[in-house]
Every structure is written in C-alpha cells, then in structure tokens.
C-alpha cells in the first residue's frame, strides 16, 4: 500500500482546516442570524416571557407609575419600588386591575404595564443594553375614566351583580366601567386562591366578557333595521291581543300579559311591544337580521386596552320563524356585551355614527413630557342621521311617558331603553341602555343587574344615579 506523500498529506490538511472553518463560519453566521431575530422579532415575546428572571428583576427595581383618572386623581400609586396602593379599591378595580408575581397581571396595569414601567418597545429590543436606559420611576398614565361616575355606578349596584359602562358618545371615551361584585386590587395576590374559585366571578370584567341576551334592549335596532329594509314605516299600525303566533304551535307572549293594543313603531319601542318586534323580525327573515347586527357592530373585534368577548350570534341563515321572532325581542341563541349595548346605544345618540372607544387619554413621563395620547377615531356608521334621530326621539318617550321613567331626571334629556332578558340560569337580568346631554357632553351607557328583574325596576334607577353625577 502506497503511502501518501508529504505533499497530499498538506493539501489534505488545508482541506480539512478549510472544511472545518467553513463549518464554523457558517454556524456563526446562524448563530448571529439568531441573535438578530431575537433582537428584532423575538424581542416582545422574550421580554413578557414569564420565565424571564431578568426582566423581572429589573421591573422590581423601577417605582411603576401611577394610574390616574381624567381629573388626576390616583387610582393606582407607587412609593417605592414593589409597593402598590389602590386608593378607590373595589370601585376602580375593573379599571385598574392588579399585578402580582405570581398571579401575573389584569386591566390597565397589564396593558400600559410597559407604560408604567417606563419601557418602550425599541428598548425591549436592546436586551440589556435596555437597563442602562431604565429610569427609576415609570410614566403616569391618564384615563379618561372618571372616578366619580365610577363611584356613583358602583354604589347603586348595592352589592347586586351586574355590569355598568359609560361612554362619551362624540368621542368614544370611556367615563365609567363599572363591574360587580368586585374586589379589593392591593390584595389579590394574597386572596388569588378563594378569588379565583368564587362563583360569582369577582375577577371577571363584565362589561368587556360577561355575556347575556339583551332582552328588549335590542329592539331600537330592530326598528331601524324594519325602516331601513322597508319593511314598517312610521305610520303602521300594529294591534298587539298580547301574543304572537310564530308557527309551529309556537307564541311569543307579552310580559305580565300586557295587552298593548294597536299601536305604531314609536309606541312598540315606548311600551316595549314583544309582538310588534317578533313581526318585525319575521318579516326582515334571516338574512336582513344578520345584515343589521353586521351593521350595528356585532361582527366588529374591540382589541387593544379594551379587548373583549364578541357578541355570539345565532345562524341567521337557518334560523325557523320562531327563532327570528325571538331574535327580534332579543333572546334566542343571541349573546352580548355591555359594551357593544353601549355603543348600540352611542349610535343613535351620535347621528347614526360609532366611534371608536378608548380609556387611555394620554402616558406622561415623570418629566412632564407626553410620550402617547388617546386618539378620537370614527369606528363605522351604524344608521344614518334621519334615523338616529327618529329612533332617539323615540327612546325619549321611553323615559318621559314609557318603561323607563325610573331614569327620568328634571331638566336633563336621557334616552332609553328597558329590557328584560330571559335566564336559562335563573330569574331574569334587568337591562338598561340610552343616553343622556349632562356636564356639556353627549353620553351613551348601558347597564344590566343579573338575576333581578324588570329592567325599568332595577336597572333604569342606576342609569338616573349616573346621570346625577355627572351634573
């Protein structure tokens, strides 16, 4: 066997250390391709991973700023870094929410969390770079909440359970987001066991994630749907004996058995007519249902600082005659927010046009200096101005002379709309949404207290406590 000569063993050499720097300068340039990414892309994910101890450490060193509400008022406050006061407690808490090490985060405190710490995202980008740059106190964050319309929402629950939301309807900032029962945000973490196994749901935000059926307070809809699709006018007439025949051996009865009489769409929406909107919907069918709750917002995604739950709506496309009866008196399959009621009912307030809501107005470093502010943006048009204007001037009646006179406040207009929302569960919720012109602003809210009741009873009251406040 011949052996190799002195020069092939050299020329094998250099293939060698040539292959293996080959190899090692691809792995670096992987290795550095890695290192950009996560610099770049995989920065956010790494940065709230929770697993991250150095990210953790670094925010128990900075003094998070406060949250306050529209009139500077604290909601949420640090003295030192890791101590944490809620001095509105229970009241502000779906507002606010909480933080805890082990219990991660919720509300305001968990999506401005990198405004409160003073962080943005470039310098989650840095890696530790970043902690050179890290203030020791983070920005204030303002709201457009304020405390006293909160207060008052929250008192007029009187330990009942339910959700309360107001909106000012020319801007779509959020004044009040009321959810009961509540809890106290300094001590969650010490309370997350009981707290997070309660019944009731304490922790769960109701305007943005509680679901129910909106009852008769979705029949100012339906009514612009009927006049939109054609399908009514102003002057019809219908004669309500106190039920429906829907078909099948199926009727839609009136509550308490009321018997209405003939009556016309404004008086329908006045006394809250189930057979005048179960006709409606019947004549609409189920496509032009669908094209309405479409138009109104119900298909629409609220993402942000206000992420929530959809509305859950049934199959229009084969839903039977009964069913879009009941739709049109709003029960049926149909699930909604508090917050697409309030809005539902911004529409009509606002000409016919939704805006987008908000409740952050503006994040302020501890210098003085405006990094970020909430922005007035037009969501879509709900219904044109002629027919905002018809369908709100028939909410009025609703409180002036119809089921919801329990709103009624002297020298203030509020509009509204009662509803009484059948539960699988238990006894019924009582529902109210409408509006009101108080404190120079246009408001739009909506309020359901579970399990209670007649809506103009148990839910009208509350709108009027909200109203007083705001005057």
């Known amino acids: 066997m011949m052996q190799k000569t002195s020069h092939e063993k050299e020329r094998a050499t250099k293939r060698f250390v040539l292959h293996t720097a080959s190899c090692l300068l691809a792995l670096l340039l992987v290795l550095g391709l890695y290192i950009a990414y996560l610099q770049t892309f995989g920065a956010e994910k790494l940065a709230h991973h929770p697993l991250n101890q150095r990210s953790a450490q670094a925010e128990a060193e900075v003094q998070r700023g406060s949250i306050l509400d529209a009139k500077g008022r604290a909601l949420a406050q640090s003295t030192a870094p890791g101590e944490r006061t809620y001095p509105m407690g229970a009241a502000?808490?779906?507002?606010?929410g909480y933080i805890g090490e082990r219990i991660g985060s919720a509300g305001i405190e968990g999506r401005a969390n990198q405004d409160l710490l003073g962080r943005t995202e470039e310098m989650n980008r840095l890696g530790p770079v970043s902690e050179l740059l890290q203030a020791d106190r983070g920005n204030d964050v303002h709201l457009t909440i304020n405390a006293d319309v909160q207060q008052a929402a929250y008192d007029a629950f009187a330990g009942r359970r339910g959700a309360a939301v107001v909106l000012d309807a020319t801007t779509g900032a959020v004044l009040a987001m009321v959810s009961c029962p509540s809890y106290d945000p300094a001590s969650v973490e010490a309370n997350w066991d009981s707290l997070s196994q309660q019944a009731d749901g304490a922790l769960l935000n109701r305007v943005l994630y509680g679901m129910y059926p909106p009852g008769s307070t979705i029949k100012p809809m339906m009514a612009d749907a009927a006049l939109a699709e054609g399908v009514t006018d102003e002057t019809e007439?219908?004669?309500c004996d106190g039920q429906l025949d829907v078909g099948g051996g199926q009727t839609i009865r009136e509550s308490h058995g009321e018997v209405h009489g003939k009556v016309n769409l404004e008086k329908a929406i006045t006394e809250s007519c189930n057979v005048t909107f179960g006709t409606l919907a019947m004549r609409?069918?189920?496509k032009k249902l669908g094209t309405a709750f479409e138009r109104f917002g119900f298909t629409k995604e609220l993402t942000g600082d206000l992420a929530s739950e959809?509305?859950?709506?049934?199959?229009?496309k084969s839903l039977g005659q009964g069913d879009m009866a009941q739709v049109g008196i709003g029960q049926s399959s149909l699930l909604v927010t508090p917050m697409e009621m309030a809005l539902l009912a911004s529409a009509?307030?606002?000409h016919g046009t939704v805006m987008e809501p908000y409740i952050v107005q503006s994040v302020v470093t501890p210098s003085g200096l405006t990094v970020r502010e909430g922005t007035t943006k037009k969501w879509f048009d709900a219904t044109t101005p002629e027919r905002a204007a018809l369908i709100d001037s028939y909410m009025e009646k609703v409180v002036t002379q119809g089921t919801g006179t329990a709103a009624r406040v002297s020298g203030i207009r509020v509009t509204g709309k009662t509803g009484t929302a059948e539960n699988a569960q238990g006894k019924d919720h009582a529902w109210f949404i409408g509006s009101a012109d108080v404190g120079g602003r246009k408001i739009a809210f909506a309020i359901i207290v579970e399990n209670s009741g007649g809506g103009g009873i148990?839910?009208?009251p509350i709108a009027r406590k909200i109203v007083l406040s705001m005057e």
């Open 310 to 316: 959809s509305a859950h709506l049934p199959d229009f």
């Open 458 to 460: 148990e839910a009208a």
């Open 348 to 350: 009509f307030a606002n």
């Open 92 to 96: 502000l808490a779906p507002v606010t």
């Open 284 to 286: 609409l069918g189920g």
């Open 237 to 239: 007439i219908f004669d």
